[in-house]
């Protein structure tokens, strides 16, 4: 029975069990929130984007936009970002830009953690097999290294046994097989072939 590869392959099969379940959770969590959706704020005060929790924000926005008091910029991944108008439209367009430049490290920030609970586990779990596995073969090796000495020094008879006669002697005279007497120039090839009278 081979354990090594049938603990690999069932962890194997765990961990995308345990991948796919955190994705799911994860896509139900993170599905029209943020950063993937959801409403912004720029504070001038902060010189930052911070995201509106509540679904009340969004009533608000609408209202502060048709009174003129908040200017709003919707992007094409569902997120819009509320800022003040008075702001000077330039300003507000390069803030706008400055938010869409922003948004992979945003995305980083939340599925961080989730890539944490999809990863360590299955990791602990690998490295806790791999441990069992290497203790558990320090003492298999103790009570088979007498029977394993003994195969060794059997297997080289063995094998002389069983090697094939050589129909024909490939040495030489000067005791060299022929393709070493075909290598270059040496002292004893000149002597072998009587190159050196």
Request: glycine fraction near 10%; charge should be positive.
């Amino acid at each position: 029975m081979n354990w090594s590869k049938g603990l690999w392959r069932g962890w194997l099969v765990a961990a995308l069990l345990w991948g796919a379940a955190v994705t799911a959770f994860a896509t139900a969590d993170l599905h029209g929130r943020h950063p993937f959706a959801g409403l912004y704020a720029y504070s001038d005060a902060r010189d930052a984007f911070l995201p509106q929790h509540y679904a009340a924000d969004e009533a608000v926005v609408e209202d502060g936009v048709r009174r003129g008091v908040v200017a709003r910029t919707d992007f094409p991944d569902g997120t819009s970002l509320a800022a003040p108008p008075d702001l000077g439209e330039e300003r507000v367009r390069q803030i706008a830009e400055r938010f869409w430049a922003e948004r992979w490290a945003r995305r980083a920030e939340v599925l961080w953690p989730w890539g944490l609970r999809a990863a360590v586990p299955p990791l602990l779990l690998l490295l806790s097999g791999a441990l069992v596995l290497w203790i558990a073969r320090g003492f298999g090796r103790a009570n088979a290294t007498p029977e394993t000495a003994m195969e060794e020094t059997a297997v080289p008879e063995k094998a002389e046994e069983d090697a094939p006669k050589a129909a024909f002697n490939t040495r030489s005279a000067g005791g060299l097989p022929p393709f070493i007497r075909s290598l270059g120039p040496d002292p004893k090839r000149r002597r072998v072939l009587g190159a050196g009278r």
